[in-house]
């Protein structure tokens, strides 16, 4: 038999390749780089395509670097998607070319070689080469520059993108290949060679977060090295040792205890790091300190002399981009840049325990932000004992007088606003109380000062400040000091500044959930400030408003609903409604201002109904024709325009009530509302059954034709897979069977069972799950319980100690007692079946603070007196198992 001759190229596809490539990274805008990447991706269907890839990175000495870096990171992509279905002669012919190019003299052809390996070794989960470890622990062993940088530079890639391939057994090997890195990775540590010092530490810090046992028993070893660099001359070797600790602090607090003096000390030195990034990471270990509850006294110890560094840290550096803008006047019109990308929430039936977090991710982390968030948890931890190293620092700060000084000024002011809720949250002495409104009244002047940021910076603080005023309500100091930061934010929504609008517009908002009722009696003068703003706001800034707007009318509710009141807030919005197309993306924060509208005016929306829900309906057919055909509908597809409406419609039905039926009643939207239900997108899914339930709750009628498919579609959330957006769908689908179910009763019938067998699971499960869908799955099951004990009670052995717990978790309200109907129901058909779970159901039924329903109180002392007669003597055992204020609670039912 012949042996197999190795793979080579043929010239004339080799030179096509490197032409097209050389084309491809050519600076000149005269090639066609659309063209050259079709040639590039029609050339990726040959077999032995790559293979030319990895010739040229490897061999073609004679083509400049570019071009051969240019092949490898194309040869990078390809293998991505590729890699599986090549053949296994070209798997291994690539193979074999990447690994003596470990040492190549160019560092660039190093790293590209570097991230091909990580490439495959993710790819074959590390199996599938069994010469790679040898050929790195090679390198890494030959005193060769180059071939230990380029073995340091695959391991380090290696460790970030799949760290746990090196803590796996790998057949052939005697021991997992950590064990033969770690100990070479601690002697790099004192290299001569800054790079590799650096990635060797780079190495090591990615496994912190796992733990393997082969760093856990070196942990000594790893911690005198960290020592060791501590003082590196390179920057990024000293802002990775701040990375070490911090994340020992989050993961192992234990391991840096013995240090924690020695420790806290170098990161209090490396926090004044003239390199901003070293200095950042030091920075981020105050806050993981406190998070790991390590002993706070070593910390407060240390107070006297951090506090100033922070402060000093707070103030704005120059090339922060913050003050690129700073000067930004509001006839500038915005750039389709200065729009940030926006994300609407679809609405969520339940507990509010779902990560909503308003930060801005768009916003670049830095030494400012991470000490002010620094100060915020030190004053959460130590409360108002820091004001006495903190007050005499921001006083002097504030009094520093002269333009050059305003940066230091600024930092004061932001220092305040980061305490705020540290130290002002528990106001029990006459002392903080006194220095809170004297520190309101220094901040107050000012919102009127001459540079933006200093304005913008004390909304911001003010608002911070806002519901301890509130709290303040019974001294007449505390109202008129709230009083008057109404005012002053008001009067900034006006500023000319366009970061002073920002600012002030958000810091309102703020305000306006803390304050809610307060405001009432100042109504008419905010809206009429609100919506001079409405009318001279650009673009980003209008987006904004709507916010202020809409949490206005959730903060006030009905009392918005004054004809006075509609005539300012309802004109310049129907106008800005009838200005934007279908299909203009403005339209979204306007929608999600109309749905808080619609819900606090409640029937007092009426005028304003048919032309928003008509407009939603075209909003919602004009998106299911683009996702068709873009070119027919003039528009292309974006689900969100999808989800708004609906949300809005949602609100629609909140606030009008059984009034929604002269709307809807002669429309197609019931079948636009069961295909979003079966939409692919969980968002639209999830507003979706919002909307289902909210129907079920006023108009159920409107349902009834196509009843059984709702009621179907909505029953399969609840056994699809349960993570991540999936629980928001489910979640809201339960409870719009639960909402249907209590309407139109009996006809539920067909889905009880599955249904019920469904929210079993998840009540078995509740710990994988959120705490909405763990009540809403409570109180659905209550409900079909109480509709047809009958197909309920013969499973109830199955699901009545989660059910139990869950309900006991549920606030008092209507849909708890619906619940409890249900419990009592099936603990008539099957008294045994509940005997089991006794315990539970006397802490689920001593949950309530009072049921106010009379036939469901009257229902549970029966469920319970029965027990206590059909156990006799066993009763006792049961009651002894009680804790007291259970006991208490249910003293009432004479058990």
């Known amino acids: 038999m012949a042996a197999t001759t190795a793979w080579q190229p043929l010239n004339d596809g080799l030179t096509e390749i490197c032409t097209l490539l050389e ?68 798997q291994k012919y690539i193979k074999s070319e990447l690994l003596p190019c470990l040492g190549a003299v160019d560092r660039n052809i190093r790293t590209t070689v570097g991230t091909i390996i990580s490439v495959i070794v993710n790819i074959e989960e590390g199996s599938g080469w069994p010469e790679l470890l040898p050929a790195l622990v090679t390198c890494l062993d030959s005193n060769d520059l180059n071939h230990m940088d380029g073995a340091m530079d695959a391991l380090s890639k290696i460790c970030e993108d799949i760290p746990h391939v090196l803590d796996s057994e790998v057949p052939g090997l005697a021991e997992r290949p950590i064990n033969v890195f770690l100990p070479r990775l601690y002697q790099f540590f004192q290299s001569p060679h800054a790079s590799l010092r650096k990635l060797a530490l780079g190495c090591v810090n990615q496994y912190v977060i796992i733990m393997p046992s082969a760093l856990y028993n070196s942990l000594d070893k790893y911690l005198q090295g960290l020592f060791l660099l501590a003082n590196d001359p390179v920057a990024e070797v000293r802002k990775l040792v701040c990375a070490a600790f911090v994340h020992l602090t989050e993961v192992l607090p234990s391991s840096i205890e013995p240090h924690l003096r020695n420790v806290m000390e170098y990161m209090l030195q490396v926090n004044k790091d003239p390199d901003e990034e070293v200095a950042l990471e030091a920075c981020e270990f105050w806050s993981a300190y406190c998070d790991a509850q390590l002993p706070s006294e070593n910390l407060k110890e240390l107070l006297p002399r951090l506090i100033p560094v922070l402060l000093s840290n707070m103030a704005y550096a120059d ?196 304050a809610a009722e307060e405001l009432v009696p100042h109504l008419g ?70 749905t808080s509208i619609s819900q606090a005016l409640g029937v007092g929306f009426a005028p304003f109904a048919q032309p928003v829900f008509q407009r939603c309906m075209d909003i919602i057919q004009l998106q299911h024709m683009a996702k068709v055909d873009p070119a027919s509908a003039g528009a292309q597809y974006d689900r969100e325009f999808i989800v708004c409406s609906l949300d809005l419609l949602s609100g629609l039905a909140e606030g009008l009530g059984s009034g929604i039926e002269s709307l809807v009643s002669q429309t197609n939207l019931r079948d636009l509302l069961l295909n979003c239900c079966m939409d692919e997108a ?144 099936v603990v008539k058909v099957n008294p045994s079946g509940g005997v089991s779970s006794l315990v539970v159901i006397c802490k689920a039924i001593a949950s309530w603070h009072e049921i106010r329903s009379e036939d469901v109180n009257s229902e ?36």
């Open 682 to 825: 969980p968002d639209v899914r999830q507003s979706a059954f919002a909307l289902m339930g909210d129907l079920a709750r006023v108009f159920p009628a409107y349902l009834q034709p196509r009843l059984i498919e709702f009621l179907q579609v909505a029953s399969q959330q609840l056994s699809t897979n349960l993570i991540g957006e999936n629980l928001s769908v489910a979640n809201n689908a339960c409870w719009a069977i639960g909402e249907l179910a209590v309407k139109v009763r009996q006809e539920v019938s067909p889905i009880v069972t599955n249904v019920v067998s469904a929210l079993a699971l998840i009540l078995q499960h509740a710990e994988a799950v959120n705490k909405s869908l763990v009540e809403n799955s409570a109180i659905t099951l209550g409900r079909l319980a109480w509709i047809r004990p009958d197909l309920v009670a013969p499973h109830m052995e199955h699901f009545m100690k989660p059910w139990c717990l869950a309900l006991s978790m549920v606030r008092d309200d209507l849909e708890k007692e619906d619940a409890f109907r249900g419990l009592c129901a």
């Open 319 to 514: 090339d922060d981009e913050s003050l690129l803008d700073a000067e930004e006047d509001e006839s500038q019109p915005d750039r389709d840049q200065d729009l940030k990308p926006r994300f609407h929430t679809s609405r969520l039936h339940g507990s509010d325990d779902f990560d909503d977090d308003d930060d801005d991710s768009f916003n670049v982390w830095n030494l400012r932000k991470c000490s002010a968030a620094a100060i915020d948890v030190l004053s959460n931890v130590f409360g108002d004992e820091i004001l006495p190293a903190l007050m005499p620092l921001i006083q002097a700060k504030l009094s520093t007088s002269g333009d050059e000084a305003w940066k230091e000024r600024e930092a004061a002011v932001l220092t305040l606003g980061a305490i705020a809720e540290g130290c002002f949250n528990v106001r029990v002495d006459q002392y903080a109380s006194t220095l809170f409104l004297q520190i309101v009244a220094f901040l107050l002047p000012l919102l009127d000062d001459k540079f933006p940021l200093i304005r913008s910076i004390s909304c911001w603080t003010l608002s911070r400040f806002g519901k301890y005023l509130i709290q303040e309500g019974g001294n007449p100091k505390g109202y008129e000091q709230f009083e008057k930061v109404l005012m002053g934010l008001l009067r900034r929504l006006l500023d000319s500044n366009k970061r002073v609008q920002e600012a002030a517009c958000s810091a309102f908002a703020t305000v306006e959930e803390d």
């Open 23 to 90: 084309q491809q990274i050519s600076p000149s805008s005269a090639v066609d780089k659309s063209q050259i990447w079709k040639q590039l991706q029609h050339f990726s269907q040959i077999p032995d395509f790559n293979n030319y890839l990895v010739f040229i990175l490897a061999r073609a000495e004679g083509k400049s670097i570019e071009i051969r870096q240019a092949a490898g990171l194309l040869l990078k992509n390809n293998l991505k998607g590729a890699y599986p279905s090549m053949s296994r002669e070209n």
């Open 525 to 594: 003068v905010i809206l009429q400030h609100l919506m001079c703003a409405f009318g001279k706001y650009q673009r980003r800034n209008l987006r904004i408003v709507y916010d202020a707007i809409g949490t206005l009318a959730d903060s006030v509710r009905e009392e918005l609903n004054k004809p006075a009141y509609l005539e300012i807030l309802m004109p310049p919005l129907v106008a800005k409604w009838q200005q934007l197309s279908n299909s203009d993306k403005d339209l979204f924060p306007l929608l999600e201002c109309f």
């Open 860 to 895: 549970v002392s029966q469920v319970l007196n029965g027990y206590k007669q059909m156990l006799g003597n066993s009763w006792a055992e049961c009651w002894s198992a009680l804790d007291p204020p259970v006991k208490e609670r249910l003293a009432r039912y004479q058990v």
